[in-house]
């Protein structure tokens, strides 16, 4: 009885285990069958590699400074006793702006009128007797000496008389000086004297400085190289015109538009820069002098350049490249040499032709090998020859690209033509 027990758990046994075994090999089977099966590609953009005309800008540090800037000083000594601004704010020419006490220089214009006075009073005398005498010298009565002596006292008194009015224009002149006018439009600083105080005693005491903020200089340097290239680009010296923008502190840019207004004659031997000025329109007065911005100038133009957008490159220790995608969705990676950078598309040299595609995003979910299905999508349609003929001040070109690393425009300059360089070379 207990044998055959055990006969029938044995049989249940390995009837349990072929069972179990059978099972892990038909679940192996189906595993291996499912990662043999081939995978659908995955859909991803892709652009195709276009032909057009890049400008190359140049970036460069540098400095505002007013357009006119005034020194409002005492021309006379005296008490300051009146000002009539408020500091900081904006004044118009003609505005009274101090008052130095006037009475002494009132006290001095009477003096002069007096002895003007006096001595016409004495000239309309002698004017007089000479005309007497000049009859009895002619009828003889009188001797030559006698006539000549009322002659020279007349015209001695006239003489006195012509000192007279040049002391008075000169009193009334000082006595204008006490009140002081605002010689230009502009903001007016902070005062530089308290009302109460002695000015103008010994020296021309300086008051305020009035400054032009609307328009605004920004100077800057740029090497011969890009002053070169910049003249071979004729396509922009015909125009007559170059676009220069202007970016901030904050690194954003500035809405209007500059232009030139100056450049030196010469280059400076020591640093091999030439000195430029442009001039831009400041109406909300955001601009101030003293301050750096980065001026950004378009320096040439590359025609029928090769393009891609920035977003498709890849940079591994230096080294350029990008993803190519054949017409059966395989992903090739392939480095590149590069160029200008603008309005977010980068000019390739080297390994891209036109026409190619470009993986455009998702560049860090994929490998080379890799197959994906290619959805082509248009490049950028803003070319920068349209934004540069609409004038669009809102577009944000990059610098040119290789050019050394420049300062940051928040952080304390040399100022142009001082011996540093701020132009790329």
Not at 144 to 169: G, H, L, P
Not at 306 to 322: E, L, N, Y
């Given at each position: 009885?207990?044998?055959?027990?055990?006969?029938?758990?044995?049989?249940?046994?390995?009837?349990?285990?072929?069972?179990?075994?059978?099972?892990?090999?038909?679940?192996?089977?189906?595993?291996?069958?499912?990662?043999?099966?081939p995978q659908e590609a995955a859909p991803m953009k892709v652009v195709k590699a276009e032909i057009r005309d890049v400008p190359n800008w140049g970036e460069w540090v540098g400095q505002i400074s007013a357009h006119e800037t005034v020194e409002v000083r005492a021309r006379v000594a005296g008490f300051l006793i009146e000002?009539?601004?408020?500091?900081?704010?904006?004044?118009?020419?003609?505005?009274?702006?101090?008052?130095?006490?006037?009475?002494?220089?009132?006290?001095?214009?009477?003096?002069?009128?007096?002895?003007?006075?006096?001595?016409?009073?004495?000239?309309?005398?002698?004017?007089?007797?000479?005309?007497?005498?000049?009859?009895?010298?002619?009828?003889?009565?009188?001797?030559?000496?006698?006539?000549?002596?009322?002659?020279?006292?007349?015209?001695?008194?006239?003489?006195?008389?012509?000192?007279?009015?040049?002391?008075?224009?000169?009193?009334?002149?000082?006595?204008?000086?006490?009140?002081?006018?605002?010689?230009?439009?502009?903001?007016?600083?902070?005062?530089?004297?308290?009302?109460?105080?002695?000015?103008?005693?010994?020296?021309?005491?300086?008051?305020?400085?009035?400054?032009?903020?609307?328009?605004?200089?920004?100077?800057?340097?740029?090497?011969?190289?890009?002053?070169?290239?910049?003249?071979?680009?004729?396509?922009?010296?015909?125009?007559?015109?170059?676009?220069?923008?202007?970016?901030?502190?904050?690194?954003?840019?500035?809405?209007?538009?500059?232009?030139?207004?100056?450049?030196?004659?010469?280059?400076?031997?020591?640093?091999?820069?030439?000195?430029?000025?442009?001039?831009?329109?400041?109406?909300?007065?955001?601009?101030?002098?003293?301050?750096?911005?980065?001026?950004?100038?378009?320096?040439?133009?590359?025609?029928?350049?090769?393009?891609?957008?920035?977003?498709?490159?890849?940079?591994?220790q230096g080294m350029k490249s990008v993803y190519l995608v054949d017409a059966d969705g395989a992903v090739k990676n392939q480095p590149v040499k590069l160029g200008t950078e603008s309005m977010n598309l980068a000019v390739v040299t080297e390994g891209v032709q036109a026409g190619d595609m470009v993986l455009a995003e998702?560049?860090?979910?994929?490998?080379?090998?890799?197959?994906?299905?290619?959805?082509?999508?248009?490049?950028?349609?803003?070319?920068?020859?349209?934004?540069?003929?609409?004038?669009?001040?809102?577009?944000?070109?990059?610098?040119?690209?290789?050019?050394?690393?420049?300062?940051?425009?928040?952080?304390?300059?040399?100022?142009?033509?001082?011996?540093?360089?701020?132009?790329?070379?």
């Amino acid at each position: 009885m207990v044998n055959s027990v055990l006969r029938s758990a044995s049989v249940c046994g390995v009837v349990l285990f072929l069972s179990l075994a059978l099972a892990g090999c038909s679940g192996n089977n189906d595993k291996k069958a499912a990662e043999n099966a081939p995978q659908e590609a995955a859909p991803m953009k892709v652009v195709k590699a276009e032909i057009r005309d890049v400008p190359n800008w140049g970036e460069w540090v540098g400095q505002i400074s007013a357009h006119e800037t005034v020194e409002v000083r005492a021309r006379v000594a005296g008490f300051l006793i009146e000002k009539n601004f408020e500091e900081g704010r904006t004044v118009k020419k003609g505005d009274l702006l101090f008052v130095i006490d006037p009475k002494p220089f009132e006290e001095d214009l009477k003096q002069a009128q007096s002895g003007l006075e006096y001595n016409q009073a004495l000239y309309n005398k002698a004017a007089k007797d000479l005309k007497r005498f000049k009859k009895l010298f002619d009828e003889g009565v009188v001797s030559r000496d006698e006539y000549e002596s009322y002659e020279t006292q007349a015209a001695t008194y006239k003489a006195q008389i012509a000192d007279n009015k040049a002391k008075v224009e000169n009193a009334r002149i000082q006595l204008g000086y006490t009140k002081i006018y605002s010689p230009i439009d502009g903001v007016i600083g902070r005062v530089q004297v308290d009302v109460g105080n002695l000015v103008g005693q010994g020296e021309n005491t300086l008051l305020a400085t009035i400054s032009t903020m609307d328009p605004i200089y920004v100077s800057f340097s740029v090497s011969e190289g890009d002053y070169i290239r910049a003249m071979r680009d004729q396509k922009a010296r015909e125009s007559g015109q170059r676009p220069i923008r202007l970016i901030l502190a904050d690194g954003g840019e500035y809405s209007q538009p500059g232009r030139f207004d100056m450049v030196d004659p010469t280059v400076d031997p020591q640093t091999g820069t030439l000195g430029i000025r442009v001039l831009f329109p400041n109406p909300e007065n955001l601009l101030k002098p003293g301050q750096y911005a980065k001026v950004r100038v378009r320096v040439s133009n590359h025609q029928d350049a090769v393009v891609i957008p920035v977003t498709a490159i890849m940079d591994v220790q230096g080294m350029k490249s990008v993803y190519l995608v054949d017409a059966d969705g395989a992903v090739k990676n392939q480095p590149v040499k590069l160029g200008t950078e603008s309005m977010n598309l980068a000019v390739v040299t080297e390994g891209v032709q036109a026409g190619d595609m470009v993986l455009a995003e998702g560049i860090n979910r994929v490998k080379p090998g890799m197959k994906i299905k290619p959805v082509v999508v248009p490049m950028d349609p803003g070319t920068p020859q349209q934004t540069e003929a609409s004038g669009d001040a809102g577009a944000t070109p990059a610098p040119v690209a290789g050019d050394a690393a420049r300062p940051d425009p928040g952080a304390a300059q040399p100022a142009p033509g001082d011996g540093a360089k701020t132009g790329a070379e």
